[in-house]
């Protein structure tokens, strides 16, 4: 067929799943919960049919070529076969299906003769996280339910991350990944539109340099080791009734420290309560106070003050940049970049200083 996005697909589904399969409406899947967030990595399908009067219907996602360590099909297919091969040992986690790739000619094939690499996941009811927060922000209320899930969120990472794992060499790994890979520190600030305002390239190497002096002081701190979901944000966590839940799109490997996780969806609470206070108070402030105070008496992390810094500093950097939040002003972004430079020159992370971090000289 013309115009089809993704060549050989149609042949692929007939082959795997009968010839009802290929006539499956592909169509991308939207996020309905906000605008705030812009861009991503790719652009999820829903690909769906109807076989004897049963309805089935998967994800398809593929990886954009671009910056962020995507330039090479190889790196888009390391992400997508990590994938598969890492979301069905997570608790929670959305199940894959199946790993393959496209052909410009022919049907997809699970390996061989391969093009550009597509993962397929089930589909899975629930409206993101994140709607919750811009309900959260036009109300300017709390709900019983919001302290509910953000209570069950906090017990889900605390139980994913009881057990240490023993490997030699991922929690380095992890650690020089954190300031120097594509998709995290020094592959964020790179994507940085620069000079623009207060942001120029001697702030952001600023951010690198302290971050790599954590890297150091961090690297052989293996005892922190534990199964992670990488990617613990609001766009990435599907609620249904109540605190039911499902999450989406791990990332980067499946060990790592649990600061990891803490610091993704901790920086959005911060966020919202910028955009929405221009300090750091009010519903979100109470909510971030909650998950804090939750995680660490459900986990008994003592050190995670001490490890979150740099953490903080990478997520602090996504939600700062214009590319993935063009909407913000920068007076917000000053304050991101206030707190995160305050985190990586402190010892160790005091949630009841994020008001003194936020009020920090410049930038």
Request: hydrophobic share 40%; glycine share 10%.
């Given at each position: 067929?013309?115009?089809?996005?993704?060549?050989?697909?149609?042949?692929?589904?007939?082959?795997?799943?009968?010839?009802?399969?290929?006539?499956?409406?592909?169509?991308?899947?939207?996020?309905?919960?906000?605008?705030?967030?812009?861009?991503?990595?790719?652009?999820?399908?829903?690909?769906?049919?109807?076989?004897?009067?049963?309805?089935?219907?998967?994800?398809?996602?593929?990886?954009?070529?671009?910056?962020?360590?995507?330039e090479d099909?190889?790196?888009?297919?390391?992400?997508?076969?990590?994938?598969?091969?890492?979301?069905?040992?997570?608790?929670?986690?959305?199940?894959?299906?199946?790993?393959?790739?496209?052909?410009?000619?022919?049907?997809?094939?699970?390996?061989?003769?391969?093009?550009?690499?597509?993962?397929?996941?089930?589909?899975?009811?629930?409206?993101?996280?994140?709607?919750?927060?811009?309900?959260?922000?036009?109300?300017?209320?709390?709900?019983?339910?919001?302290?509910?899930?953000?209570?069950?969120?906090?017990d889900y990472?605390?139980?994913?991350?009881?057990?240490?794992?023993?490997?030699?060499?991922?929690?380095?790994?992890?650690?020089?990944?954190?300031?120097?890979?594509?998709?995290?520190?020094?592959?964020?600030?790179?994507?940085?539109?620069?000079?623009?305002?207060?942001?120029?390239?001697?702030?952001?190497?600023?951010?690198?340099?302290?971050?790599?002096?954590?890297?150091?002081?961090?690297?052989?701190?293996?005892?922190?080791?534990?199964?992670?979901?990488?990617?613990?944000?609001?766009?990435?966590?599907?609620?249904?009734?109540?605190?039911?839940?499902?999450?989406?799109?791990?990332?980067?490997?499946?060990?790592?420290?649990?600061?990891?996780?803490?610091?993704?969806?901790?920086?959005?609470?911060?966020?919202?309560?910028?955009?929405?206070?221009?300090?750091?108070?009010?519903?979100?402030?109470?909510?971030?106070?909650?998950?804090?105070?939750?995680?660490?008496?459900?986990?008994?992390?003592?050190?995670?003050?001490?490890?979150?810094?740099?953490?903080?500093?990478?997520?602090?950097?996504?939600?700062?940049?214009?590319?993935?939040?063009?909407?913000?002003?920068?007076?917000?972004?000053?304050?991101?970049?206030?707190?995160?430079?305050?985190?990586?020159?402190?010892?160790?992370?005091?949630?009841?200083?994020?008001p003194e971090?936020?009020?920090?000289?410049?930038?």
């Open positions: 067929m013309s115009g089809e996005p993704f060549p050989g697909l149609r042949e692929y589904l007939a082959g795997r799943y009968g010839p009802e399969a290929r006539e499956a409406a592909v169509v991308p899947l939207g996020m309905k919960a906000s605008g705030v967030k812009q861009g991503g990595y790719g652009v999820p399908y829903r690909v769906s049919w109807t076989s004897g009067g049963t309805a089935r219907t998967l994800v398809l996602e593929t990886v954009r070529p671009g910056q962020f360590g995507h099909r190889s790196d888009r297919a390391g992400i997508l076969l990590r994938a598969f091969d890492e979301y069905g040992s997570l608790p929670r986690h959305v199940a894959a299906v199946d790993v393959g790739a496209l052909r410009a000619e022919g049907p997809a094939v699970s390996l061989g003769g391969t093009g550009e690499f597509f993962i397929l996941t089930d589909f899975v009811e629930g409206e993101p996280y994140a709607g919750d927060f811009e309900r959260i922000a036009e109300s300017g209320l709390i709900e019983a339910l919001d302290r509910e899930r953000v209570e069950a969120l906090a990472l605390a139980g994913l991350h009881r057990q240490p794992v023993a490997h030699p060499s991922w929690y380095r790994r992890r650690m020089r990944e954190l300031v120097g890979s594509g998709e995290c520190l020094a592959g964020v600030a790179d994507s940085y539109p620069v000079p623009s305002g207060f942001l120029d390239a001697a702030l952001l190497e600023l951010v690198e340099r302290l971050a790599l002096a954590w890297r150091y002081r961090l690297r052989d701190r293996s005892d922190r080791l534990r199964t992670i979901h990488g990617d613990f944000h609001p766009w990435n966590i599907l609620f249904r009734s109540g605190s039911d839940f499902t999450v989406l799109d791990r990332s980067r490997g499946a060990l790592g420290d649990p600061a990891d996780d803490v610091a993704s969806l901790s920086i959005n609470f911060l966020f919202y309560a910028l955009r929405t206070r221009g300090e750091f108070d009010g519903p979100f402030a109470e909510l971030l106070r909650l998950f804090w105070r939750r995680y660490r008496e459900r986990s008994g992390d003592l050190e995670l003050a001490a490890a979150v810094a740099p953490h903080f500093a990478f997520r602090a950097l996504v939600v700062a940049n214009p590319i993935w939040y063009p909407k913000e002003s920068e007076r917000l972004r000053r304050q991101l970049f206030r707190f995160l430079l305050s985190v990586l020159e402190a010892d160790r992370f005091e949630i009841d200083r994020i971090y936020l009020a920090r000289g410049a930038p």
